[in-house]
């Protein structure tokens, strides 16, 4: 796995038939499948017939719930959970989702993936008018909104399409009222958010279509931008009047966020990693003997470099699966030590030899140097970094914590430059044009932090220097 960009957040819902499925139980296992997006929090909520029960906590999915925690819970005909890493707020008890409020027309619990860039200047104006605000997160706006426009409005979903109108940014949202399930995407289509269903008809919503198959149901289809789905005694109703006709859904789902076997789009994540790898070889030959990729997201586009190149793939590395997000941060002078720990080398496979070490992204460039360091001290002959996207020049702020300019290494030196700081023999990025055709040529997508371009206008904010880099 990549280190040094957190994932995102990860969203699950679901509606049953007459309580045929036990909705606690699936979304707790759903939830184990979309953890890649998020490790700080997690939380599921509950409806058993118009009453909502919710727990939340800090923690992955398994440190989190246990089965005293969910025979407390109960059983239900909805719920809705989520695993979150924070682009936005702290990472306390206070910001984990889903949000649970009851408010004059009734309970409402939400949950959601993304980030509103309006968020301060909605608050401000809520507050103005008289709210109060429990945590940091920008879900407790989204909820205060939808609350505030469900006031003026006949239902809850026209109060949603409401909020739609005025929140900024990227969500993909879930949410609950006493009798209805609904899923929402913002107008651009920045985060992934589709619809499942099992064979006895119960409805699914997930920000991965890898989260269907854990509870015995199959991706239908890809949630529109703009879209707003209500399901309320098993019907479904779509509105569409918001709808864009075409997306722009992060390009980086496809590099490193998503899970391999999810399906976004209609692209196969694993196959656009594939893909990539093998038009990176096309791009940046090497002349070396063996591939390697950087576990966990460099491994698919390194077994695409070397199909492409006929140079053959090996493991390079060892990571260690059991080092969580409470590990120690170490003093200056334990990082080497805590880098070993993280992830070795496999020496026989790559000393004396040529060796092209594949990534999904480099970042800052220290933990690529740190990396390149293992293999040198593995004795690898030669290091050629091959990148399978291309370098970020320009910060995220639609839901990912992708870093301001002046941390970012590509803003800083030119392509010789990095070579020679992160310690490589030689370095090649794919370039953008072949990113998006190994994905699939005819999808528009968000690529705001490669060339600039964002497909919303970004908030004037001058030092966005959220960055927190793990320690390989
Ligand atoms: S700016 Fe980059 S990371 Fe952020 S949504 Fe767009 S493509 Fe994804």
Same mark, same amino acid.
């Given at each position: ?20 499925y036990d ?22 909520a ?22 005293e ?32 409020i ?14 509103i860039?309006?968020?301060?200047e ?7 008018l ?8 920008d879900?407790?706006v ?20 409401k ?7 990227? !969500? @993909? =949202? +879930? ?6 399930l /609904?899923?929402?995407?913002?107008? $651009? ?7 499942g ?14 989260? !269907? @198959? =854990? +509870? ?6 890809? /949630?529109?931008p703009?879209?707003i $789905? ?9 509105d ?23 399906? /976004? ?23 070396a003997d063996?591939?390697v ?40 002078s334990m ?25 999904d ?11 390149v ?10 290091v ?15 839901g ?28 090649g990025?794919?370039s ?8 699939n ?7 705001g ?5 964002y ?9 966005k ?5 793990e320690?390989?």
């Amino acid at each position: 796995m990549k280190s040094s960009i957190h994932e995102e957040c990860g969203v699950f819902a679901i509606y049953t038939k007459n309580f045929s499925y036990d909705a606690t139980k699936s979304c707790f296992f759903a939830l184990h499948a979309l953890q890649h997006r998020g490790q700080e929090s997690c939380g599921i909520a509950v409806n058993n017939k118009g009453i909502i029960k919710n727990y939340k906590n800090t923690g992955l999915v398994s440190e989190v719930f246990n089965n005293e925690k969910i025979e407390k819970l109960g059983i239900g005909n909805m719920a809705i959970g989520q695993v979150r890493y924070s682009t936005t707020g702290a990472s306390c008890v206070e910001n984990a989702q889903p949000l649970f409020i009851k408010h004059v027309k009734g309970p409402l619990a939400l949950a959601y993936n993304g980030n509103i860039t309006n968020a301060a200047e909605l608050r401000k104006k809520f507050e103005n008018l008289g709210a109060i605000f429990q945590s940091s997160s920008d879900t407790e706006v989204i909820a205060y909104a939808i609350t505030y426009n469900r006031i003026k409005t006949n239902s809850i979903e026209e109060a949603v399409k409401k909020t739609v109108k005025i929140l900024k940014g990227s !969500f @993909s =949202i +879930v949410l609950m009222s006493a009798q209805k399930l /609904i899923a929402v995407k913002d107008t $651009i289509g920045f985060r992934p958010l589709c619809m499942g269903k099992t064979k006895e008809g119960n409805i699914m919503f997930s920000s991965e279509s890898c989260a !269907f @198959s =854990i +509870v015995g149901g199959e991706f239908v289809r890809e /949630i529109k931008p703009g879209e707003i $789905i209500t399901i309320q005694n098993g019907k479904i109703k779509l509105d569409e009047s918001l709808c864009k006709n075409e997306s722009r859904l992060c390009i980086f789902e496809y590099v490193y966020f998503a899970r391999p076997d999810s399906i /976004i789009e209609n692209s196969s994540v694993y196959k656009a990693r594939l893909e990539s790898g093998k038009l990176l070889a096309k791009e940046h030959p090497a002349k070396a003997d063996v591939v390697v990729g950087v576990p966990y997201s460099g491994v698919i586009a390194a077994k695409g470099y070397s199909m492409e190149s006929g140079l053959e793939y090996c493991d390079g590395f060892v990571k260690n699966r059991y080092i969580g997000r409470s590990f120690i941060e170490p003093t200056q002078s334990m990082r080497e030590s805590v880098v070993k720990i993280k992830l070795s080398a496999i020496e026989p496979n790559v000393k004396n030899k040529r060796v092209v070490m594949v990534d999904d992204s480099i970042v800052r460039g220290t933990t690529c140097k740190r990396i390149v360091k293992i293999l040198r001290n593995a004795k690898a002959k030669e290091v050629h970094v091959r990148i399978s996207c291309p370098c970020f020049k320009n910060p995220c702020y639609f839901g990912t914590d992708i870093d301001s300019k002046e941390n970012l290494i590509a803003c800083k030196m030119n392509l010789e430059e990095m070579r020679e700081y992160i310690g490589a023999d030689s370095l090649g990025f794919l370039s953008l044009k072949n990113l998006k055709k190994a994905i699939n040529e005819k999808q528009k997508f968000c690529v705001g932090c490669y060339n600039g371009k964002y497909p919303q206008s970004i908030p004037n904010i001058t030092n966005k220097n959220k960055f927190d880099e793990e320690i390989y």
